[in-house]
């Protein structure tokens, strides 16, 4: 199931949640082409933007939060930091699905729930209790 935008997951910032509703899009597509192992380029393709992305949205996030004296800047950057060393490993187990020869179904269902529980899980978990508090430090700032 994609995990569909929330009202909930508003932080009142135009310009973030724009951010945060291309990274949930790019993880649900992740998601669709993880079912079909053959689907290599498309494959590399999202797990690069989403990785590219994640990373642009969080130094963006983190820049406006040290504008807006946000008070919890650290809090929310340990968890940015955590997050790229995920989709590091993430992404280099894609790689080497991708650089395989002969890749099963089985493999890619693996690393599909694999995604699920981490990126999925993270990230929902991220915006709705660390991101949320950025409620109101910076309304329509970009
Ligand atoms: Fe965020």
Redesign the pocket.
């Known amino acids: 199931m994609p995990i569909k935008w929330d009202p909930r997951f508003s ?1 009142d910032n135009v310009a ?1 949640d724009i ?2 509703k291309l ?1 949930l899009s790019l993880l649900n597509a992740l998601e669709v082409v993880l079912r079909n192992p053959h689907e290599k380029d498309s494959l590399r393709f999202f797990i690069d933007q989403l990785h590219e992305s994640a990373k642009d ?2 130094r963006h ?1 983190e820049n406006l939060q040290l504008r807006y004296m946000f008070p919890y800047y650290e809090e ?1 950057k340990k968890g ?1 930091d955590v997050l790229m060393v995920e989709l590091d490993v993430i992404r280099d187990e894609i790689y080497k699905f991708i650089e395989k020869p002969d890749t099963s179904q089985e493999e890619a269902d693996r690393m599909s729930k694999k995604i699920n529980h981490v990126l999925r899980d993270w ?1 929902v978990e ?2 709705l209790k ?2 949320i508090k950025m409620k109101g430090f910076m309304n329509d700032a970009r």
Do not use: C, R
């Open positions: 932080v973030i951010e945060h990274l949205h969080f996030e929310n940015h990230l991220h915006i660390s991101d």
